[in-house]
């Protein structure tokens, strides 16, 4: 990733966990959830590996409340391999999809905010927005109220690079889907990705 002396190093990560993150947003009643390796593990019900972030999403329209929220944190866009300033006030633009949240009392990265262009009560997978579910299906909630992404859409976005921790997350959360949930996700692959060997698995 492209930087330059005006932007934090993007290597300076210390991420909050579910709960912090949760904790910091518990006063915002739009929809959000936790994704990524993290969703996977509040899903196991412990810490199966380690976390260089914590990844999130957010409906795009509801990005300056999140902001409100998230006091004390600087908000970068990361797009096309830079890190840019998102400047206060404005809304990102329609390509942006991912943003980088700074605390600089700490001088860390504390979390990696996904912006969703879906509606209130659909998920749509953003690569194929011919594929969604009702959200109510696809955002689970712990018992402490925590909102995470159904593990089997958590696998569908980590098909498509297969990287170690990938693959190491896959072959833990397998076993554990339901029958209708591996049906689901089978039939996405095979869509997405003919040949897919996870496919074979489920």
């Not at 932007?7 to 709960?19: Q, R």
């Not at 912006?115 to 594929?131: C, F, H, T, V």
């Not at 209708?180 to 997405?192: P, Q």
Request: overall charge negative; some cysteine; hydrophobic content about 40%.
């Amino acid at each position: 990733m492209i930087n330059n002396e005006n932007i934090p190093d993007e290597n300076d990560w210390e991420a909050w966990d579910p709960d912090e993150l949760s904790e910091r947003l518990q006063q915002v009643v739009r929809p959000w959830c936790v994704v990524g390796g993290w969703a996977l593990d509040i899903w196991h019900g412990q810490k199966t590996r380690e976390h260089e972030d914590i990844e999130f999403t957010v409906l795009r329209e509801d990005f300056s409340e999140f902001r409100a929220a998230l006091s004390g944190i600087v908000f970068y866009v990361v797009e096309d391999g830079t890190l840019k300033l998102q400047h206060e006030g404005i809304q990102p633009d329609e390509s942006v999809n991912q943003i980088w949240c700074y605390e600089p009392v700490s001088g860390r990265w504390k979390a990696d905010m996904m912006l969703e262009s879906a509606g209130e009560q659909n998920w749509i997978y953003k690569r194929d927005p011919a594929i969604s579910r009702p959200r109510s299906e696809m955002v689970l909630l712990t018992e402490k109220g925590i909102p995470y992404l159904n593990p089997s859409a958590v696998l569908l976005f980590k098909a498509k690079c297969c990287r170690p921790k990938d693959l190491l997350d896959f072959s833990r959360a397998e076993p554990k889907l339901s029958a209708s949930e591996k049906h689901w996700l089978k039939g996405c692959l095979m869509k997405l990705h003919p040949g897919h060997a996870w496919a074979e698995v489920l």
